[in-house]
């Protein structure tokens, strides 16, 4: 009986450790997301976790709504203060978040380039792929702010070498 509630224990530390890891890390997506994050910004593409991008590119970007992308992105300003302020408190930290990346894009972060450095361009061009920006392509937990190597998938359609190249990065 001790046995059991020593691996209990061990297990339940591990555990965590594990999600000390990630909270460090400030990259995966917060236990609580407001609702109208997921309704607004979802609609359109993943709720990217805000530990992707340092808090002064999560504030240009809510304050250019209007023109997001090329999308007029435009919310009521309840709205926006919510989000702005949840996309603060949890925006990314530390070596990943050292400065804003160009366009405030996730794509442009050195930590993003860094982990997909070996991805020729004709990995994000492909139709099951579309764009750098469609994690889900690819990380089969990003809809749920996972994007460990781990539960990688390789789309289909790739030669040996973009084969190769999605373990390069690893």
Not at 150 to 164: K, V, Y
Request: positive net charge.
């Amino acid at each position: 009986m001790n046995r059991m509630v020593l691996r209990l224990v061990a297990c339940l530390g591990l555990a965590a450790c594990a999600g000390v890891v990630l909270a460090g890390g400030h990259r995966a997506m917060p236990g609580t997301v407001p609702r109208v994050y997921v309704e607004e910004c979802a609609s359109c593409h993943i709720a990217y976790p805000p530990g992707l991008l340092p808090g002064a590119a999560w504030q240009r970007l809510m304050d250019g709504l209007g023109r997001h992308y090329g999308t007029d992105a435009s919310l009521d300003p309840a709205s926006v203060k919510l989000i702005a302020g949840w996309l603060r408190d949890n925006a990314g930290r530390g070596k990943y978040a050292l400065s804003p990346p160009a366009d405030n894009r996730i794509t442009r972060t050195g930590w993003f380039m860094r982990k997909h450095r070996g991805i020729p361009d004709s990995v994000w061009r492909m139709p099951s792929v579309k764009s750098a920006a469609n994690c889900q392509a690819c990380h089969t937990g990003a809809q749920q702010g996972r994007f460990d190597d781990d539960e990688l998938r390789i789309p289909d359609g790739l030669n040996a070498a973009q084969r190769r190249a999605f373990h390069d990065g690893e």
